[in-house]
Every structure is written in structure tokens, then in C-alpha cells.
């Protein structure tokens, strides 16, 4: 598996719901713990599970990053889809330079081709 951002090899890893930050090993341990909340979210069309610390930090991606224009900068769109009810660990693949789980590059990517166009 290659990353889609930068094509370095990734590592299959278990990881915790959160697109954001799951691939951290505490969130392992936080998910155990029962320590957050998962929600799936749309932002403009695409879909990303974040836990109740990622959501409310969300704002503070710059626009660049996220292939957002500087017009929205910090004030994106999170629309509230559903709560992920009992979540549980998954596996995923893990970006040794992006240090970012599959499913956010993946996510991440499709944001950045959208706002391309």
C-alpha cells in the first residue's frame, strides 16, 4: 500500500475510530477507556469519523492544507451525520512521513481534488 499524498510505503496498524488522530497508540487505550465520542461528519461532500477533541479542533487545519480557499480559513463546514455507536478498534494503514492513518490521506486527497476544480 502507498500513500496517495506523497506514495511512501504504509504500515498496517490497528487504530482507534478517529480519521484524525486514531493512529496514535493512546487513542487505543483512550477508546478502551470509553475517553471520547465518535461522530461521522461531512464536510463539503466528504465524509470523516473524528472523536470530540478532533471535531472541536478541526478549525484550526490552515485552508492550504486541507485545499480549502483562505476565504473560509478556520470556519469550515462540519456537517453532523451520525454518532458511531459502540466503536471499536479497526485496522488501517499508517504513512511513516505524512504520520497520518489512510483513511484521513484518503479523505484529505478527495478534499484537496475537489477544491482543485
Not at 15 to 20: N, S
Not at 42 to 55: A, M, P, R, S, W
Not at 84 to 93: F, H, L, N, W
Request: with cysteine; net charge negative; hydrophobic share 35%.
Amino acid at each position: 500500500m502507498q500513500c496517495p499524498i506523497c506514495s511512501e510505503a504504509m504500515t498496517e496498524i490497528e487504530v482507534a475510530p478517529c480519521f484524525d488522530c486514531g493512529h496514535e497508540p493512546s487513542e487505543l487505550e483512550e477508546l478502551k477507556n470509553g475517553e471520547h465520542e465518535y461522530h461521522l461528519f461531512k464536510v463539503l461532500g466528504e465524509q470523516i469519523v473524528l472523536c470530540d477533541f478532533c471535531d472541536a479542533d478541526f478549525d484550526s487545519y490552515y485552508p492550504e492544507y486541507l485545499g480549502f480557499p483562505d476565504s473560509i480559513a478556520h470556519n469550515y463546514p462540519l456537517e453532523l451525520v451520525s454518532k458511531i455507536q459502540s466503536p471499536v478498534p479497526a485496522t488501517d494503514y499508517l504513512c511513516s512521513k505524512c504520520q497520518r492513518r489512510l483513511a484521513f490521506l484518503r479523505f484529505l486527497q478527495s478534499l484537496r481534488q475537489r477544491n482543485a476544480s
